[in-house]
């Protein structure tokens, strides 16, 4: 049973990996991280740009944003073989800075060993699509 879980994991990766790479460069932020996300997440977020290596997300409040943040080396993990990210930022809707973590981590980056500051001081144009494509990881 064990055998064919490990099977079906690598089956659904490779199939991933495939659909990502014909995808158009400014859809293939917002479609990794509907997969990396899951569904829920994905559902109550929305990818708004991707700058150098890191990912900006905006979600719907700091509720959201705490709980991203600590799954966000999680996040980095899936992203990775798809997308050059070594961080993440999360901005609640609305505001116009990311939003600064509340943990005691505040001086590393959110899903990286490193010790540099969160935000990057470089701001770049390429903004994230919203057109959501059907790599949503289903229950199983």
């Known amino acids: 049973m064990e055998q064919a879980a490990g099977i079906l994991r690598r089956i659904m990766a490779e199939t991933v990996a495939q ?14 991280w509907d997969y990396a996300a899951g569904q829920a997440v994905a559902e109550k977020t929305r990818v708004v ?29 899936r992203l990775q073989p798809y997308l050059a990210v070594e961080r993440i930022e999360f901005e609640i809707a609305g505001s116009a800075q990311p939003a600064q ?3 005691a981590k505040r001086g590393q980056i959110w899903g990286t060993k490193s010790s540099q500051s969160l935000h990057s001081q470089e701001k770049g144009t390429h903004e994230g699509h919203r057109k959501r494509r059907s790599l949503r990881r289903r229950p199983g």
Request: hydrophobic residues 35%.
């Open 19 to 32: 659909t990502l790479k014909r995808l158009p460069p400014e859809e293939l932020p917002q479609a990794a």
């Open 49 to 77: 740009g991707c700058e150098g290596k890191t990912l900006r997300v905006e979600v719907a409040d700091a509720n959201w944003r705490t709980q991203l943040y600590s799954m966000a080396p999680q996040y980095v993990a």
């Open 101 to 103: 973590p509340t943990s």
